[in-house]
C-alpha cells in the first residue's frame, strides 16, 4: 500500500512527518477523494504515529467514511485551519522537526504558515519526486479504472459525431455530448471538451466558440472522462463532407502514421525519447517537423496530466504499467490542425490502449453506422 511504503521510506531516511496538501496524493495515499477549493485539505504522515487526516468540517463523514487508516480531524470556516492543525500535529509529536513537502504544489503562503507554527522545522525533503514515481505504474483496479473512463471517452466521441450537421457550432457540439453523458451516468469529464472545427483546430490548445459547421471540414474531438477518479483522454479528427482534398488527405494521412508508428513501437525498454522519435521523425522527414510542435504525449492516472513526459530528450525507461497518451499532431495556422490520441499502458510486449474508437480519414462514418 502507498501508506506502508512511504511510511518504511520515512524511517529509512529519518523524516519526521510527510505534509501532503495536494488533492490527488491524498486520494493516493488515503482513499479520501475531495477537491476542497480553498479550504485546507491535507493528510499528514509521521515515522511513528498514526496518520492525520485534516478535512473541512463539512467533509468530515466522508472522510471517516473513506479513510479507515486515517485519525480524522475536521474544522469549520470560522476557525483558525492552521492554528488547529499544529495542535493535531503536535499531540502527536511535539519534536517533530524533518519535515517532507510537496514542492510541486505547496503554495508560498502555505509555507509561511507551516514556518509560523513549526519555526524550528526544516522542509528541506520533497515527497513529489517519491510519489510521482509511486504512482507512475498502475495496479489492477488502477487500470481498471482507466479501462472504464476510456470506454466512456470513446462513447462521447461516438455522441459527438452523431451530433454533427451543417450550420451546428462548436459549443453546441460540446453541449451535447456532455448532456448525453450525464444522462447515462457520467458525472466528470477530465478536462474541458475541446470540439474545434477547421481551421480552429491549428491552435492545439483552441477554445470552442460559436464557428458553425460546414462541408468539407475537419471536425477535432479531444476529450475524457472519468472514473472512480482516474482519467481518460482521446483525440479523433474526423473529416465532415464528400471527399477531402489532396493536402486534408496528406496531412492526415502523416499524422496518422506517426501515431500508428509510436503505438507500434511501445514496449518495455524503450525510453520515452525514443517514442517521440518514433513519431516525429514520420512527420519530420516528410517536411511538417515545424508544426508538431508539442511532447508526443503525457502521464495519466488521477490527472489528465501527469509524469512522465514522452517527449525528446527524455531518457526515462518505459516498463511494464506506465500509462500515458500518444498525440502527435500537425498544425498549420490559418489551414489546418489534425491530431490522433489515444491512451494506454504498457503491457509485457507492447502497448494496450484504453481507447478504442475508429481511426481513419472515414472514420466519420463508422462513428455514425
Known amino acids: 500500500m502507498p501508506l506502508n511504503s512511504i511510511i518504511n521510506l520515512m524511517k529509512k531516511q529519518d523524516i519526521d512527518i510527510v505534509f501532503l496538501n495536494d488533492p490527488k496524493n491524498v486520494f493516493y495515499v488515503s482513499s479520501y477523494r475531495s477537491d476542497p477549493h480553498e479550504r485546507i485539505l491535507a493528510a499528514v504522515l509521521f515515522k511513528d504515529a498514526p496518520p492525520l487526516l485534516f478535512v473541512p468540517a463539512l467533509e468530515e463523514n466522508d472522510a471517516r467514511n473513506a479513510a479507515a487508516e486515517f485519525d480524522v480531524v475536521s474544522y469549520m470556516d470560522t476557525q483558525d485551519p492552521w492554528k488547529m492543525l499544529a495542535t493535531s500535529i503536535k499531540e502527536r509529536d511535539s519534536g517533530l522537526s524533518d519535515w517532507s513537502i510537496e514542492k510541486d504544489f505547496l503554495t508560498v503562503e502555505r509555507m509561511e504558515a507551516l514556518r509560523t507554527h513549526f519555526p524550528t522545522a526544516t522542509f528541506g525533503h520533497n515527497i513529489s519526486e517519491t510519489l510521482q514515481k509511486m504512482r507512475l505504474i498502475k495496479n489492477e483496479q488502477e487500470l481498471a479504472f482507466m479501462k472504464e473512463a476510456g470506454h466512456w471517452a470513446d462513447e462521447a466521441l461516438k455522441i459527438g459525431a452523431k451530433t454533427l450537421r451543417e450550420g451546428i457550432t462548436e459549443l453546441e457540439v460540446v453541449a451535447e455530448i456532455e448532456y448525453q453523458l450525464k444522462k447515462r451516468g457520467v458525472a466528470e469529464m477530465s478536462f474541458t471538451t475541446m470540439v474545434l472545427f477547421g481551421e480552429n483546430a491549428a491552435s492545439p490548445h483552441g477554445v470552442p466558440g460559436d464557428t ?47 501515431h500508428d508508428e509510436a503505438m507500434a513501437a511501445v514496449r518495455p525498454g524503450i525510453t520515452a525519447g525514443e517514442l517521440d522519435a518514433a513519431a516525429r521523425t514520420i512527420i519530420a522527414d516528410a517536411g511538417f517537423g515545424r508544426y508538431f510542435n508539442h511532447r508526443l504525449g503525457h502521464g495519466l492516472g488521477q490527472g489528465v496530466h501527469e509524469f512522465p513526459s514522452i517527449m525528446e530528450g527524455n531518457e526515462l525507461v518505459l516498463t511494464e504499467g506506465m500509462c500515458f497518451s500518444i498525440e502527435p499532431g500537425i498544425y498549420i495556422e490559418g489551414d489546418i490542425g489534425i491530431r490522433v490520441e489515444d491512451c494506454g499502458f504498457v503491457t509485457a510486449d507492447g502497448f494496450e490502449s484504453f481507447t478504442h474508437t475508429p481511426t481513419g480519414i472515414h472514420s466519420y462514418s463508422k462513428l455514425i453506422d
Open 212 to 258: 458553425k459547421l460546414k462541408q468539407n471540414q475537419f471536425v477535432l474531438f479531444d476529450l475524457g472522462t472519468m472514473h472512480e477518479g482516474y482519467a481518460s483522454d482521446v483525440t479523433r479528427t474526423l473529416f465532415f463532407g464528400d471527399a477531402p482534398s489532396a493536402h486534408q488527405q496528406k496531412i492526415y494521412d502523416l499524422v496518422l502514421a506517426a
